[in-house]
T-cell receptor, first 110, second 118 residues
Framework: AQSVSQHNHHVILSEAASLELGCNYS??????LFWYVQYPGQHLQLLLK??????LVKGIKGFEAEFIKSKFSFNLRKPSVQWSDTAEYFC????????FGIGTKLQVIP | GAGVSQSPSNKVTEKGKDVELRCDPI?????LYWYRQSLGQGLEFLIY????????KSGLPSDRFSAERTGGSVSTLTIQRTQQEDSAVYLC????????????????FGEGSRLTVL
């Protein structure tokens, strides 16, 4: 069955630190991968997506993710986090049935 | 409407009662999803509708849960004989389906319905 897994459940960083959140997927065939973000009190929204082509995808607010097929990974990165990046981040994947990871709560300390 | 609309936003019910949660997807989105978000559990897939195809019900946790989608638009998630463990935020999302390539999987979420079972 297709699934994604996230390894970091709670991350605390200081402002300007670099961020990398891990995500692995476990299915083959058509690979659609996503990162969603949920800011406090807000609904889930798409951060970035990968369907095919360039494995390095750029999203909103300076986030990027790299699809590495050999490692079944789709890690989220940001070179320098801001306090406003405090949120919960979800990796997701699937073609029709889209499944989500457990989420990573990011807390950025000013 | 401009976005996915869910109602009610909050529902408090007593154990054993039935509840209905409604979702109105983005106009033109033929794919519709229900998820459950519980503390520490992430997003749990419940059910997926696409057009006139049979829904994927593989995530429904028990036969107390059912969902329907009328006219390919509005969907209702029904939980019968609610239990305390049903307390969660129930999220609805819709997605565009491209005629040539099918569902994109890019989901647009509603604000959710927070269910509390006493």
């Amino acid at each position: 069955a297709q699934s994604v897994s996230q390894h970091n459940h709670h991350v605390i960083l200081s402002e300007a630190a670099s961020l990398e959140l891990g995500c692995n997927y476990s299915y083959g065939g058509t690979v659609n991968l996503f990162w969603y973000v949920q800011y406090p009190g807000q609904h889930l929204q798409l951060l970035l997506k990968y369907f095919s082509g360039d494995p390095l995808v750029k999203g909103i607010k300076g986030f990027e993710a790299e699809f590495i097929k050999s490692k079944f990974s789709f890690n989220l990165r940001k070179p320098s986090v801001q306090w406003s990046d405090t949120a919960e981040y979800f990796c997701a994947g699937g073609y029709q049935k889209v499944t989500f990871g457990i989420g990573t709560k990011l807390q950025v300390i000013p | 409407g401009a976005g996915v609309s869910q109602s009610p936003s909050n529902k408090v019910t007593e154990k054993g009662k039935d509840v209905e949660l409604r979702c109105d997807p983005i106009s033109g989105h033929t794919a519709l999803y229900w998820y459950r978000q519980s503390l520490g559990q992430g997003l749990e897939f419940l059910i997926y509708f696409q057009g006139n195809s049979a829904p994927d019900k593989s995530g429904l946790p028990s036969d107390r849960f059912s969902a329907e989608r009328t006219g390919g638009s509005v969907s209702t998630l029904t939980i019968q004989r609610t239990q305390q463990e049903d307390s969660a935020v129930y999220l609805c999302a819709s997605s565009l389906v491209r005629p040539a390539s099918g569902p994109t999987g890019e989901l647009f979420f509603g604000e959710g319905s927070r269910l509390t079972v006493l």
